[in-house]
């Protein structure tokens, strides 16, 4: 298997710009989440979805920030407007079944950069 | 409040020896506790899992003990090697059952 493939790797746009980042999770994997990495605040789960539904996002900052999982290989998450303050990395992640006791597995991250 | 610590600060060691990783946390009570190891411009690899009811896993070089009364996790990484050098994540599974990240604790090792 190809592992959590994520698109762009990186993505520069300047403020007020709608921003989409992508997603494909392995394969039979049953749970996706969408973190943000930043040197302040570090690794922060922004949604989870199981089996396509979102469960939690509890995490999303704010209305500006959605993300949809139409079916089983795809997800994405869009920003729009989006802010300098929303410069990050962000990760997709994918596990197989039940949270915290099962691995997840993590994509390579998009490095996105709002001016 | 709910609390993930990992020291900040890196931990510069010399090839050979053992690097003891800590995470401390505070108003949990995790069934979970994972390490994940991350590099510099990848995401992170899961490493070792270990429950609630077991105080110690090991996997090749590496061993993880869960101490509940102290609520600490200690991370263990014996015949340290440059190629250990990373950054090292302990992640709790909190009461929604969601994981919880540390903010990680940079390692060097020293040829």
């Known amino acids: 298997d190809a592992g959590v493939i994520q698109s762009p790797r990186h993505e520069v746009t300047e403020m007020g710009q709608e921003v989409t980042l992508r997603c494909k999770p392995i394969?039979?994997?049953?749970?996706l989440f969408w973190y943000r990495q930043t040197m302040m605040r570090g690794l922060e789960l922004l949604i989870y979805?199981?089996?396509?539904?979102?469960?939690?996002d509890s995490g999303m900052p704010e209305d500006r920030f959605s993300a949809k999982m139409p079916n089983a290989s795809f997800s994405n998450l869009k920003i729009q407007p989006s802010e300098p303050r929303d410069s990050a990395v962000y990760f997709c992640?994918?596990?197989?079944?039940?949270?915290?006791?099962?691995?997840?597995?993590f994509g390579p991250g998009t490095r996105l950069t709002v001016l | 409040s709910q609390k993930i610590e990992q020291n900040s600060e890196a931990l510069n060691i010399q090839e050979g020896k053992t690097a003891t990783l800590t995470c401390n946390y505070t108003?949990?009570?995790?069934?979970?506790l994972q390490w994940y190891r991350q590099d510099p411009g990848r995401g992170p690899v899961f490493l070792l899992l270990i429950r609630e009811n077991e105080k110690e896993k090991r996997k090749e070089r590496l061993k993880v003990t869960f101490d509940t009364t102290l609520k600490q996790s200690l991370f263990h990484i014996t015949a340290s090697q440059p190629a250990d050098s990373a950054t090292y994540l302990c992640?709790?599974?909190?009461?929604?059952?969601?994981?919880?990240f540390g903010s990680g604790t940079r390692l060097l090792v020293r040829p």
């Open positions: 394969s039979g994997h049953d749970y």
């Open positions: 992640a709790l599974m909190d009461s929604s059952y969601k994981l919880i």
């Open positions: 979805f199981n089996n396509n539904v979102p469960i939690d």
């Open positions: 108003n949990y009570s995790p069934a979970y």
């Open positions: 992640a994918s596990s197989r079944r039940a949270l915290g006791g099962d691995t997840q597995y």
